[in-house]
């Protein structure tokens, strides 16, 4: 039987609610996610001639985007900083290590379904840097776009989430908890191996729209691969 006191307000109470995902993120450092860049440019350079041959000179991509990463990297070693011009140069580096993986994904695809059966082990190899770059590069996307990006996490008045965590969710489970580069890479994994959000809700148009495209592309390369591979073992 309620005695008529509200335990739960007061200060604390308040407190706590804004906990659940209005509190501003403490540091964004800058490390995590270049080294992801890094991992996709490795992975994109040991892909095989044909799945890049839409792209220009094998060279090309690779220099252009770790030009923009040290770029980024010099302009603001550890910790993001809020610059307009550096989130564009940021922008621009993820879609271009986007780009990059969905014409090599094009090109997996066509050689797939119309290569033989004896180039089909090669490119059933090839599939595991495309998929792991499809996470990397949407892990980079949901990191700069939610709350509007790194650098407007920081401060107190940054917009509603993109992305709803656990720790975000229920008020006082993870007091001062703000996501990480990390957090988001997860979502991504997640995303790309169930085709479909986990523990991490999309809550905006373009979140969902972002999670509906890599859980597609992931789901091609899943089917795909898994045909061809039955194929090349009958």
Known sequence: MSDGVDHGAGPGRERDDRVAWGIASTVERRWPASLAV??????????????????????????????????????????????????IVSIALISMVN???????????????????????????????????NVIVFGLWYWELDRG?????????????????????????APGWTPGFFDYLYTSFTNATAFSPTDTMPLTAWAKLLMMVQSLASLLIVALVVSRAVNILS
Request: aromatic share 4%; net charge positive; hydrophobic share 55%.
């Open 149 to 173: 990006g790194p650098a407007a996490r920081l401060r107190p008045d940054h917009r509603r989430p993109d992305f709803m965590f656990p720790q975000q969710g229920v008020p006082g489970m």
């Open 38 to 87: 890094l991992a996709a440019i490795a992975l994109q350079v040991v892909l095989p001639d044909d799945l890049i041959r839409g792209l220009g000179p094998r060279w090309l991509i690779p220099v252009l985007e770790g030009l923009l990463a040290l770029a980024l990297v010099i302009a603001s070693p550890r910790r993001i900083v809020a610059s307009d011009r550096l989130r």
């Open 99 to 133: 780009l990059a993986n969905v014409v090599s994904l094009i090109e997996l695809v066509s050689a797939l379904l119309n290569g033989s059966k004896a180039a089909g082990r090669p490119l059933v190899y090839a599939s595991v840097p495309i998929w792991l770059t």
